[in-house]
Nanobody, 120 residues
């Protein structure tokens, strides 16, 4: 039972943009803060950004000012607009519950992610 489906990744040049999307099941999405994460080759998965149910956002320092997280509650969808991409942004991007809520709810599943490759 697939509950998180990410899309929108691709190959872009340095300075380019991509808009990532994630459709989540209602059980996950409704009433919970959502987040984007990424995992670069050979590295651990890291948190990128969070959006609350009311639209408040928070970002990792490495993406602040370049990435924008948003959500459409009617569509159970969370987005990540990525601008001014850098080679170090190359990673598989995942959406999921905010880290704190993953721990509180004991949610362990992940989607397949979407690959972003930024060429120099």
């Amino acid at each position: 039972q697939v509950q998180l489906v990410e899309s929108g990744g691709g190959l872009v040049q340095t300075g380019g943009s991509l808009r990532l999307s994630c459709v989540a099941s209602g059980r996950i999405f409704s009433g919970n803060p959502m987040a984007w994460y990424r995992q670069a080759p050979g590295k651990q998965r890291e948190w990128v950004a969070t959006i609350s149910t009311t639209g408040n956002t928070n970002y990792a320092g490495s993406v602040k000012g370049r990435f924008t997280i948003s959500r459409d509650n009617a569509k159970n969808t969370v987005y990540l607009q990525t601008n001014n991409l850098k080679p170090e942004d190359t990673a598989v991007y995942y959406c999921n519950l905010d880290p704190q809520y993953r721990a509180i709810l004991g949610y362990s599943a992940w989607g397949q992610g979407t690959q972003v490759i930024v060429s120099s």
